[in-house]
């Protein structure tokens, strides 16, 4: 169980359009989603906090407006990229943090480059 | 914010051998998860353990909440063992800075 997926798992898309990625937990309920960047050989570093019915909360420094958050239901949640531009391109990666416990569960990330 | 450091940074070992692996954190928490990212991207939950001893096969984790540190120890180690190991803390998860280990055939 805790299986979590994302799609795409690899996107190249041209500077100014928009891009969105999914995340759904598929064998568990999620009220809570998380969403990181990483860049290579760096370290996960959160971008926010997404709660199911309502705003998503975003950690300092992250644009809201670049970086938009849905989170639909309880077992799937939405970031779009929009107006990429080259400095964008990273590995996405979701997790889900499962009803009544801490642990949070990872979807396999998704690649982004932006031409 | 919290600072959560891990060491070795990089570690590189025969196949066979063992290991341990450290994590520093610089506050209290009461959440405490170790991760295995395989050369793909993904990421592996290996223990959650804000406190005590856990193992599980080849893999065995202590976290000392009082002193502020946790050991991922991994014995007998498999190829299929290398990778980058995480540790981090807090329901917002912040993610040490992470040990590249790998394991020579």
């Known amino acids: 169980g805790a299986v979590v997926s994302q799609h795409p798992s690899r996107v190249i898309c041209k500077s100014g359009t928009s891009v969105k990625i999914e995340c759904r937990s598929l064998d568990f309920q999620a009220t809570t989603m998380f969403w990181y960047r990483q860049f290579p050989k760096q370290s996960l570093m959160l971008m926010a906090t997404?709660?199911?019915?309502?705003?998503?909360?975003?950690e300092q420094g992250v644009e809201k407006d670049k970086f938009l958050i849905n989170h639909a239901s309880l077992t799937l949640s939405t970031l779009t990229v929009t107006s990429a531009h080259p400095e964008d391109s990273s590995f996405y990666i979701c997790?889900?943090?499962?009803?009544?416990?801490?642990?949070?569960?990872f979807g396999p990330g998704t690649r982004l480059t932006v031409t | 914010g919290i600072q959560v450091e891990q060491s070795p940074p990089d570690l590189i070992l025969q196949e066979g051998a063992n290991s341990t692996l450290r994590c520093n954190f610089s506050?209290?928490?009461?959440?405490l998860q170790w991760f295995h990212q395989n050369p793909w991207g993904q990421l592996i939950n290996l223990f959650y353990i804000p406190s005590g001893t856990k193992q599980n096969g080849r893999l065995s984790a202590t976290t000392v909440a009082t002193e502020r540190y946790s050991l991922l120890y991994i014995s007998s180690s498999q190829t299929t063992d290398s990778g980058v190991y995480f540790c981090a803390v807090y329901e917002k998860l912040t993610f040490g800075t992470g040990t590249r280990l790998t394991i020579i055939p």
């Open positions: 997790s889900a943090l499962r009803q009544g416990t801490y642990e949070q569960y």
């Open positions: 997404s709660n199911e019915g309502s705003k998503a909360t975003y």
């Open positions: 506050d209290s928490v009461n959440n």
